[in-house]
């Protein structure tokens, strides 16, 4: 009797502990965002914080803007934290995701090399800087992987009355890569980039590179974060993708977000209010 008793016990620790390891492994969400939360450095830092007060484990597919939204339709991921303000609202007028909050914002920045072919350092017009790179047919090299900074890229080429793609001499180049990847080509092409503030000041390899054009109104990047619509996706870990947009807007979340810095330099800025958009 005894050791029926004990094989039962022995039975109901083991069914515990994989209960206990099936509901560890359940407590994550999954996060599609753009590379440059990745690239910057700020999930290493962020995402810590919001486990250690939450509990709540956070895998991230980092991805340009396009590519997670598209991870967000298909419903495999819980949230989208992502900066395209435009594809984001589509986004949620389509049904694919609710709850769109603010989170925080940053800029945009041109960066080109030292010998500056196109004459455009110190600027703070970018319409017109693209235009004087265009007419010098000095190499611009782009991302191409429809990204949030691509797309801005993008719009900034048609205001300045552009399409860049169709010019002659070669001079603009898709490297269909992420923003890393991008300076990289641009270092060693002694070319011209749109890079995000954030990527570019943890950026390693600047080499002759450096920001030319900063300022400009129409280089503001603000950043989103979404539910997953869990009406179209059932698997969607609501209750868990809620508790991290919930921290992310909170003072806490948004204290986090501010205290990053590379050299002094603050990468984000909170904007939960949205007062900045």
């Not at 991230?60 to 997670?68: E, F």
């Not at 265009?134 to 949030?148: E, I, L, Y």
């Not at 868990?240 to 947009?245: K, M, T």
Request: glycine share 12%.
């Amino acid at each position: 009797m005894s050791r029926l008793v004990g094989s039962l016990g022995a039975a109901c620790l083991l069914l515990l502990g994989a209960t206990s390891a099936i509901a560890a492994e359940q407590h994550f969400i999954t996060v599609a965002s753009t590379t440059s939360t990745e690239e910057s450095g700020l999930f290493g830092h962020l995402l810590p914080a919001f486990t250690k007060a939450t509990g709540i484990q956070v895998h991230v597919v980092a991805v340009g803007t396009g590519q997670a939204l598209k991870i967000g339709e298909h419903g495999d991921c819980d949230v989208v934290f992502v900066h395209d303000r435009p594809a984001e609202l589509a986004f949620v007028e389509h049904g694919f995701g609710i709850e769109r909050r603010e989170v925080m914002y940053n800029d945009f920045v041109l960066v080109g090399p030292q010998s500056d072919p196109a004459h455009v350092e110190g600027g703070t017009d970018i319409v017109a800087a693209l235009r004087r790179i265009a007419d010098a047919k000095a190499p611009f090299v782009a991302r191409g992987d429809d990204s949030g900074t691509s797309k801005a890229e993008l719009r900034l080429w048609q205001e300045a009355g552009i399409d860049p793609k169709t010019g002659e001499g070669g001079w603009y180049r898709d490297t269909g890569s992420g923003m890393g990847p991008t300076l990289n080509t641009a270092a060693a092409m002694d070319g011209y980039t749109l890079s995000d503030r954030g990527t570019w000041l943890s950026f390693k390899n600047k080499q002759a590179l450096r920001i030319v054009v900063a300022g400009d109104r129409r280089l503001f990047n603000q950043y989103g974060v979404m539910l997953v619509n869990p009406a179209k996706h059932p698997t969607v870990k609501q209750d868990l993708g809620r508790q991290f947009i919930e921290w992310l807007t909170s003072p806490a979340g948004q204290k986090t977000i501010a205290d990053y810095k590379i050299n002094g330099e603050q990468l984000f800025f909170p904007d939960a209010n949205g007062t900045a958009s």
